[in-house]
Each structure stands twice: as C-alpha cells, then as structure tokens.
C-alpha cells in the first residue's frame, strides 16, 4: 500500500495527462479517418475530445505546482542564497495556497449547481458535472501539492537537508554546504551530511523499483 501512495504522489498527474492526451488522438484520429476515408463524420469526437481537454488543462495546473513550472521571473530572487530563496517562496506558496484552497467552496457549488440540473451534454449525453468536477478537483490537487512545496520550502529555509524532486541543483553535497553555512556545522560536516542523504535517497529509490 505504501508503494501505491509513492507511486501516486511521483506520478498522478503525468500519468492522467498521458491517457487523456493519448485518448484525444484515438478519438481525432478516428474522426479524420471516418470523415476522410469513410465519407461520414462522427457527433461525438469533437464534444467528448473538448472535455477530455478541458480536463487535461485543470490537472495541468496540479503538475505545474508539483514541478516549479510555473512562469515567473526569478532574477531578484535569485540573488539571494539557498535560504533566502526558500523564504521567497514560503510567502509565494502561502498565497497560493489561500488561493486555491478560498477557490474550493466555489468550485464545489459549480458542480453542484449541474448535479442540481440533470444538464447533459448534447452529443455523448454525459451529465455534465462530470466536466464541472474538473475545477474541483484540480483545486484540490494544487492545495495539496502546494502545501507539499510549502513543508519542502519550510524545511530548507530551516537549513535542513531536503531532498527536492522538483529542484535536482539542491540536491548536491554543494548546496548542502551553502544550506548549513551559517549553522554551527562545520563544512566537512555539512558535506558528509549532503552526500549521507544522496545515498539514503539513491537506495530508497532503488528498494522501490524492486
């Protein structure tokens, strides 16, 4: 069980993403085909293709937060050492996180507001809260992921040494020693810190593929 929730959290998103997107070319890809060879064109590719879409964009937003994807403009911050910038981004996730998690309620009533209808698509027929759960359920992914970054944030600004999936620079015995130079570690220290959780990492991740 506790492999699942690994395999979860490393890969939701990219593995939702992937089948939508494959799906959205079987579907236009059977369309083409139909219209260009067959002569007749399907009702439903379009309709079920736009809301395959519309989900795929809303749990983009949920791997975007996971990875650090987002567009910014990093050059004030930048200048600021490894602590320094993780105190940045504590207060840039912070926000984010009031954010989505005061856009929660409001995603909620949209979709019960179609459950409330019946309202049905007009080809495939699919109640359409099934595309309204779209935001909810984004919203509530990028809370999470948001607050996962938040903790990591937390802990380097602390001067721990955080394994960081979405930043592999950090993960250097090098930045472990500029995470720990104001500490009262000393630098051998600091190194051996760095490189003792390379190794716990490289081995955890190693025990999981078996």
Sequence with gaps: MKRVFHWLDENLEEFLLV??????????????????????????????????????????????????????????????PRRGKAIFKIVNHTFELIFFIYMIPFAFSYMMSSVKSGQLSPACK????????????????????????????FRVARGENVFDPAHPER?????????????DNTTENALNAGIDNRIHTIKNSNEEER
């Excluded at 595309?131 to 970054?149: E, G, M, T």
């Excluded at 993960?171 to 500490?183: L, R, V």
């Design 171 to 183: 993960n250097t015995p090098e930045s472990f020693i500029e995470a720990n130079a104001g500490a």
């Design 126 to 153: 699919i109640p359409m809260y099934f595309i309204q759960a779209a935001p909810l359920v984004s919203f509530v992914l990028v809370a999470f992921r948001v607050l996962q970054r938040w903790m990591i944030e």
């Design 19 to 80: 089948i939508g997107l494959i799906a959205m070319t079987l579907i236009m890809g059977i369309q083409v085909f139909c219209r260009y060879v067959l002569g007749m064109s399907l009702s439903w590719s379009e309709e079920l293709t736009r809301y395959i879409f519309i989900w795929c964009g809303f749990l983009s937003v949920s791997y975007c937060s996971k990875k650090c994807l987002s567009i910014k403009i990093e050059q004030f911050v930048a200048i600021f």
